[in-house]
């Protein structure tokens, strides 16, 4: 039996699979006098074709009047089910993704953000998007790249033995989605497992819902942070689990999905921000939170010297499917 949604079709310049849907953010930052928001999503490669004429295309004859069709903007994912945990190596760019939000300090990143004019990946828990809705629509307009991070943040690994897993995971995404696309306007191609679970099984259910699996080459906001003598401690999440399991990148080989710094009474922030910039590398995709609720501002304090350090080592921060080495998921810009 033929599986939809694993078949390509290619359309003159473009190629896609099932499962398209269109991006608001792109559509407004690529046309936006017009400022069309639009959003489809479970169509099958045979209405590619109509989309894909769509996209050249400015203006439309309907009904004797032309109206304006420039924020058709496709989105198609031919890496539905696919693993990522790093981008190309060799090319100058790195991606920073943050996790669990929105949150308290987001509309903060997005200031420093905006402050050195990158653009990162957030992948968004649906409860917290149902919480904080306006700040989800801030970061979309901002330009960011929104990703689902499923609804609730459920362990896997403890789901792992559960017979109806596939069932749980798919209704976490959906309704994450659910909630993301209502906030903002945007269905996410990119999807980060809680804890970068990475189970075999979890490629199925992320492809039959159109979406990439990305994991992280660095990661350690989450460990507890030991104040320098004399001064207060700053809380540290307690509820993150250990290191994630290697990635199973399929594009790059095995690498990825590790988290520094840790030690058992935890690290200064000074470590902590050392280990961070140590691993600003090309394609590396740095892990931090802007949600979760012990999520604390000295995430700002490290985004922005790894923002400076960037900017010294010539390595540019770019959105997750700008990244070189993860296989382009937009195909309409
Ligand atoms: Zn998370």
Redesign the pocket.
Known sequence: MIKIQNITATFGACKGVGNLSLDAAACERRYPVFGIRYSVTGYRPLVTAVYRLLLTGYWILVTGYWLPVAGYCLEANPSAGKFYARGDAKKPFFALTF??GPGRITMDLLKLLDKYGVKASFFMLGSSVKTYPERALAVAKAGHLVCN?TYS?KNYFKLDKFPDKEKILDSEIVKAQTEIEKACGVRPVFLRM?NGYNGGWVSAVAAKNGYALVNWTYGSDWNKITPPPGQAAEAASSTKPAAPPPASNQEFGAGGGTAGGRSGGGVTEEKMTAEYLGNLKPGAILLLHDGGGKVKEKNLRIVEKLLIEARNKGLKAVRLDELPGIRQVTSGR
């Open positions: 996790d669990d991070h943040h809680p």
